[in-house]
């Protein structure tokens, strides 16, 4: 499980010295920790797993938005810290799709659903979210699926 992987990094990295790992990882699992407070008002997914996966993607986007605001203010040396945190974060997600295994995803979808035009977006969207989500930046997905439909 990837908590524990996280637990495992903690360790390691105290014992190693390395304050800027250790500092990324107690960041990742203050945010776990936060989600879990939130999701015991209701009922959440079965699987530990997505629910972090979803919290380590989150982080990451906030991250590489940073990095984008920080290199257009020129502030390279904070870019390059959120670099670093991304690096660390990446490390506990799992492997994401390539743009061609990506394709290859929607098309199955495509011909599964039926699919006739762009009005079936969010059809595809949606399926594919629910088979894909730890795999893929969504973003990027829905960039590619309105590219597939046209």
């Known amino acids: ?4 992987e996280i637990q495992a990094a903690q360790t390691a990295s105290m014992k190693a010295g390395d304050k800027e790992t250790l500092a ?10 936060n989600r879990d407070i939130e999701m015991r008002t209701g009922k959440g997914p ?6 972090i996966v979803e919290v380590l993607q989150k ?18 040396e904070l870019a390059d ?3 670093a945190e991304v690096g660390v974060i990446e490390r ?20 599964e659903l039926s699919v006739t035009g762009l009005k079936d977006m969010g059809r595809v969207m949606a399926a594919l979210k629910e088979r ?3 795999q893929l930046d969504m973003s990027k997905a829905s960039t590619l699926v309105k590219a ?3």
Do not use: N, Y
């Not at 990324?24 to 920790?33: D, F, G, P, Y």
């Not at 079965?46 to 629910?51: F, S």
């Not at 506990?92 to 011909?111: G, N, V, Y």
């Open 148 to 150: 597939a439909l046209l």
């Open 81 to 83: 810290k959120e670099a």
């Open 92 to 111: 506990f997600l799992p492997a994401q799709l390539s743009e061609a295994e990506t394709l290859l995803a929607i098309e199955a979808i495509k011909a």
């Open 24 to 33: 990324t990882v107690r960041l990742m699992m203050s945010a776990i920790k």
């Open 59 to 76: 982080m990451v986007k906030q991250r590489r938005e940073s990095i984008q605001m920080f290199t257009d203010g020129g502030r390279q």
């Open 132 to 134: 894909h989500a730890s």
């Open 1 to 4: 499980m990837i908590r524990e």
């Open 46 to 51: 079965a699987d530990d797993d997505t629910v």
